[in-house]
């Protein structure tokens, strides 16, 4: 079954740059109808959406953060990436990758209406911006 | 989107009926999913498509709703209910999360 797993440094310098790495084990990144999704979470608080990226090409980000955030793909590892920018103690969190699944309703019927969740999640991985 | 969930805090004892709603600021169609997290675990798949169960998922929980209000529904609360709520919007290409509901032992 798949699995994902975050990677990274889990201390980061203010104003340095942020980098995650989310591996897919147990089938392909490139296959099916998936958007590969990062989300992170403050302790104690809720949940905020980050940005997805789609083997097609298509990358979508929260607009808060669109202007310090890149999501990447490297399919030849099966792995998807982050890179937050210009960092502050405010993006202290815990970071999640997700596999977000699209499907009709009823499958190969497209008039059907399309449904979308993030059915897998990464374990998540602690984030900490400090000097 | 905004997405508000009502109520924050919740108290409850075990067998109790409970509900969560998610109210958002602009129509969402039935692109809502609602996740339960235990502390330290990655939130957990529970609804989507506003009211279809995910596979494995124990029938007590039920969802409803379209456009902007929606709920979450626990028939009969089990000690592995304890968790805090989370409802998550996918109408379009970006994405947004309530604020959370955190389910505690009355």
């Known amino acids: 079954q798949v699995q994902l797993q975050e990677s990274g440094p889990g201390l980061v310098k203010p104003s340095q740059t942020l980098s995650l790495t989310c591996t897919v084990t147990?089938?392909?990144?490139?296959?099916?109808?998936?958007?590969w999704n990062w989300i992170r979470q403050p302790a104690g608080k809720g949940l905020e959406w980050i940005g997805r990226?789609?083997?097609?090409?298509?990358?979508n980000y929260n607009p808060s953060l669109k202007s310090r955030t890149i999501i990447s793909l490297d399919s030849s590892k099966n792995q998807f990436s982050l890179k937050l920018s210009s960092v502050t103690a405010a993006d202290t969190a815990v970071y999640f990758c997700a596999r977000e699944r699209q499907r009709h309703a009823i499958l190969g019927v497209p008039s059907t209406p399309l449904l979308k969740f993030f059915d897998i999640w990464g374990q998540g991985t602690m984030v900490a911006v400090s000097s | 989107i905004q997405l508000t969930q009502s109520p924050s805090f919740l108290s409850a004892s075990v067998g109790d009926r409970v509900t969560i709603t998610c109210r958002a600021s602009?129509?969402?169609?039935?692109?809502l999913a609602w996740y339960q997290q235990t502390p330290g675990k990655a939130p957990k798949l529970l609804i989507y498509?506003?009211?279809t169960l995910q596979s494995g998922v124990p029938s007590r929980f039920s969802g409803s709703g379209s456009g902007t209000e929606f709920t979450l529904t626990i028939s009969s609360l089990q000690p592995e209910d304890f968790a805090t709520y989370y409802c998550q919007q996918l109408n379009g290409d970006l994405y947004s999360f309530g604020q959370g509901t955190k389910l505690d032992i009355k």
């Open positions: 990226f789609y083997t097609s090409g298509s990358i």
């Open positions: 602009q129509g969402i169609s039935r692109y």
């Open positions: 498509a506003a009211s």
């Open positions: 147990g089938g392909s990144i490139s296959s099916g109808t998936y958007y």
